[in-house]
T-cell receptor, first 117, second 112 residues
């Protein structure tokens, strides 16, 4: 089946630094990818839609300058958390709709647990 | 704004018992998904429901969709400990496919 690979699985960074998370579709092309954030014991919240070749679309309340999204190719989207602070500590998950069957199913990456100290 | 509500949020049940998790959503959609999440892990796809009246079963789990009532159910039959996890329903409210709004999640604990 379709596979979405996310890297790294976990990262610890110091407050004020930036962290880049990669999301790759391994066996299909994805013109659109989605980035979600999940705080402990909470649900997933959509942060932004990553569009290959154009600007990402951010959900209300998500800071564009803080969460930089780049969809450089049909198989790679990156999320960079800039000037990270402890409140950015969370589980970040990407997904990509599979092009077969009318984009009816999303495949999720393994997630990245970010801890900002 | 699309809203997705699950209940119950917490469910503790004994092995061998049956129970149903409910998922209500606020706007018209024909695409509803159920996922399982184990602690510290990402999402595992359980069911994709794409039309009114859709019913799917896998092992001890069965999901159904009523688009007119904007309701989906996840029924657990003869629960076993391995089913302990958090279950999410999600609705696709977008046009590009798989732009999901998630319910709050149901934390299921199956006790021996």
């Amino acid at each position: 089946g379709a596979v979405v690979s996310q890297h790294p699985s976990w990262v610890i960074c110091k407050s004020g630094t930036s962290v880049k998370i990669e999301c790759r579709s391994l066996d299909f092309q994805a013109t659109t990818m989605f980035w979600y954030r999940q705080f402990p014991k909470q649900s997933l919240m959509l942060m932004a839609t990553s569009n290959e070749g154009s600007k990402a679309t951010y959900e209300q309340g998500v800071e564009k300058d803080k969460f930089l999204i780049n969809h450089a190719s049909l198989t790679l989207s990156t999320l960079t958390v800039t000037s990270a602070h402890p409140e950015d500590s969370s589980f970040y998950i990407c997904s990509a709709p599979h092009p077969g069957g009318g984009n009816t199913e999303a495949f999720f990456g393994q997630g990245t647990r970010l801890t900002v100290v | 704004e699309l809203k997705v509500e699950q209940n119950p949020l917490f469910l503790s049940m004994q092995e061998g018992k049956n129970y149903t998790i409910y998922c209500n959503y606020s706007t018209t959609s024909d695409r509803l998904y159920w996922y399982r999440q184990d602690p510290g892990k990402s999402l595992e796809s359980l069911f994709v429901l794409l039309s009114n009246g859709a019913v799917k079963q896998e092992g001890r789990l069965m999901a159904s969709l009523d688009t007119k009532a904007r309701l989906s159910t996840l029924h657990i039959t003869a629960a076993v400990h391995d089913l302990s996890a958090t279950y999410f329903c999600a609705v696709d409210g977008g046009t590009s496919g798989s732009r999901l709004t998630f319910g709050e999640g149901t934390q299921l604990t199956v006790n021996p």
